[in-house]
């Protein structure tokens, strides 16, 4: 995989900080160990309810032209091109471990469907991503970034008028105990060689995330007042709607 040449990243916890406060992490996964234990791991029935998500939101569909923000080993992308017949998915991460565990996935894919996905390594913001996207999609990523503006930046970027949007990530628990909590009760029971890492990824991502009223905040310092943001569960928020520019003018309603 190249791993030799893959950077290391460690967290940076910042030990002063209240309870409640934001954590980062690091932006990539690029980790060699951490991205093998990432790819191996089962994340189908999330990924299944993110593709049928987008189904209450644009019951007209996406368009043709889907880029997946963040992709990882390209879980989602691959759902994208499967459900939507006629699109092209455009999968984007930093990280080259696990574009090259999704390079490795998609030569499993008939070839129809492969040939409809493209993985490009790209450190978000990065201006010389192509735009004109019908549909931009991301799961999990928003936690990642140190500053969340690159996200919402990049949607005005990539985005063509009207462009679809469809954003899900972890929301910020209320406590470190909460957060325990959860880790207990959805990785409590993992097991295999990637569990412990698993574990200590996924506190750090819940302490990394953004509560629904910082992302409210976020969208309208952003200017993008076709997007609304919800809770989703009880670890997720989202955010759906569409660029300016769709000739409708409606807000999208699940
Ligand atoms: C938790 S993973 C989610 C992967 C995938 N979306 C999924 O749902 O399985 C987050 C991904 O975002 C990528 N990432 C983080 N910051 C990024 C940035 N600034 N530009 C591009 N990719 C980034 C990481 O490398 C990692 O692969």
Redesign the pocket.
């Known amino acids: 995989m190249g791993c030799a040449t893959i950077r290391c990243h460690y967290p940076q916890r910042n030990p002063s900080a209240a309870s409640v406060q934001r954590t980062c992490e690091p ?4 980790d060699c160990q951490q991205a093998l234990a990432y790819g191996a791991a089962d ?1 189908a029935s999330s ?1 299944q309810a993110f593709v049928d998500r987008l189904a209450d939101f644009f019951p007209g569909g996406l368009g043709d032209r889907l880029v997946d923000l ?4 390209g ?2 992308s691959f759902r994208l091109a499967e459900r939507f017949g006629s699109a092209s998915v455009l999968a ?4 080259g471990a ?1 574009l090259e565990l999704g390079r490795q996935a998609l030569a499993a894919l008939p070839a129809e469907r492969a040939g409809r996905i493209w993985f490009v390594q ?3 913001p990065d201006p010389a991503l192509p735009g004109g996207f019908s549909g931009l999609l991301s ?3 928003l936690h ?2 140190h500053d969340p503006q ?1 996200l919402w930046r990049s949607l005005g970027q990539l985005g063509c008028p009207g462009a679809a949007v469809y954003i899900k990530d972890l929301r910020r628990p209320a406590s470190p105990e909460a957060a325990l909590a959860l880790q207990e009760l959805h990785l409590g029971q993992l097991d295999g060689p990637g569990a412990a890492l698993l574990r200590r990824d996924y506190l750090a991502s819940l302490h990394a995330a953004f509560s629904v009223e910082e992302v409210r905040t976020q969208l309208r310092e952003a200017g993008l007042v076709g997007l609304q943001v919800a809770e989703l569960g009880d670890r997720y928020l989202e955010v759906w709607g569409r660029l300016a520019g769709w000739s409708d003018d409606q807000p999208v309603q699940p």
């Open positions: 932006e990539l996964m690029d994340f990924d963040g992709c990882g080993p879980n989602i984007v991460d930093g990280a696990m790209a450190v978000l799961n999990s990523l990642h970034l690159v």
